[in-house]
């Protein structure tokens, strides 16, 4: 009989563990984006799992696995790295990839609560994030807001 593939699902690190080399690169996109990290609530999915420095939430957790999902579910840390070196220096790339997060996490709180509720936090929250200091500015607000609850 054949064995089934497991689908993986990205595992919990210590934000504090997430590699120096990436801690670094990420510093530096900040830098070059004029964000100071320290103003900015953030996590990182890299590789395996999501480094975090607290519980993430259900929603948060389906935008992360986006990006799990992108960098090879866990199984190729070359395509992962790969993936984290054009993310920090390639602005549209960085637009793309979140915006499929982002297109996910909203889906999913549509499904978890209902079209009023799930538009009031994309507007007030979804969109203010993936067109602010977080990414470096990708984009207007309005623009973020039409992208991610297009159909
Ligand atoms: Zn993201």
Redesign the pocket.
């Known amino acids: 009989m054949e064995k089934k593939k497991e689908i993986k699902s990205p595992k919990v690190f210590k934000l504090s563990l997430l590699p120096q080399w990436l801690q670094m690169a990420i510093a530096e996109m900040w830098e070059k984006n004029g964000t100071k990290p320290e103003n900015v609530d953030v996590l990182y999915?890299y590789f395996e799992g999501i480094y975090t420095a607290r519980a993430i939430s259900q929603d948060i957790f389906q935008?992360?696995c986006?990006?799990f999902i992108r960098q090879g579910s866990g199984e190729n840390e070359n395509l992962a790295k790969e993936w984290w070196l054009r993310y920090v220096t390639d602005p549209e790339f960085r637009y793309q990839?979140?915006l499929m997060?982002?297109r996910e996490q909203y889906q999913f709180i549509l499904k978890k609560t209902n079209k009023a509720v799930a538009f009031e936090i994309v507007k007030n929250r979804l969109a203010y994030d993936l067109s602010g200091p977080m990414?470096g500015f990708l984009c207007s607000y309005q623009k973020a807001l039409s992208d991610i609850i297009k159909q």
Do not use: K, Q, S
């Open positions: 999915t935008h992360e986006v990006h990839e979140e997060a982002y990414y």
